[in-house]
């Protein structure tokens, strides 16, 4: 029988219980906002899928470490983002010394261009960017880490960090100019 558990921390201790009932929903709540994450750090449907399962699967087996300090969903959020850097870092470098020694030009930007772009837009240029910027951006501007805690995340120097943030903001710029002009 299914059942709803309006409660989110009857719902918590049900899953620490292992609940096929309160897994079921507790993903059904929350997988819409966690993919959300995924495809922000991949490049592909399929790669977002797969660090959505690998991170419910780290979510289920770990749900016994959140003490219910601070937000359930953030610390989802946490366990996501660490998911998908994890993985990230098993297919490809994150950061590329190519990369930082690419020249990108830092360019003022039309405000009405922006005022013309919707979300869905604006998450398909992100999704186009080279790994490295699109990690670094992610952690900066999405998920609100600092250069400092983004340079331990990903074992990088924080002014790399500084640098691939600054490259993927002009990267955007550009190819937002582009589709624009």
């Given amino acids: ?14 899953c620490k219980k292992k609940e096929a009932w309160a897994r079921r929903q507790l993903y059904e709540r929350y997988a819409p906002a966690m993919m959300g994450i995924c495809a922000r750090y991949s490049d592909s449907l399929s790669s977002a899928e797969d660090i959505l399962q690998e991170g419910f699967y780290r979510i289920f087996t770990k749900i016994d470490t959140y003490k219910g300090e601070g937000s359930f969903e953030g610390w989802m ?4 983002v660490n998911t998908a850097l994890e993985m990230l870092r098993k297919t490809r470098p994150v950061i590329s ?7 990108l030009f830092f360019e003022t930007f039309d405000v009405s261009v922006l005022d013309r772009l919707t979300a869905d837009e604006i998450c398909k240029y992100i999704s186009e960017l080279p790994a490295g910027y699109r990690t670094v951006f992610n952690l900066y501007a999405v998920e609100g880490y600092t250069h400092e805690e983004i340079a331990e995340m990903l074992h990088i120097e ?3 960090s500084r ?6 903001r002009a990267l955007l710029q550009k190819k ?6």
């Fill in 97 to 103: 010394m190519e990369m930082v020694e690419e020249t």
């Fill in 1 to 14: 029988m299914y059942l709803t558990v309006s409660d989110e921390n009857s719902l918590i201790v049900a």
């Fill in 158 to 160: 924080s002014s790399t």
């Fill in 176 to 181: 937002i100019k582009q589709f624009y002009s």
């Fill in 77 to 80: 959020r946490r366990v996501f």
């Fill in 163 to 168: 640098s691939q943030y600054h490259h993927a």
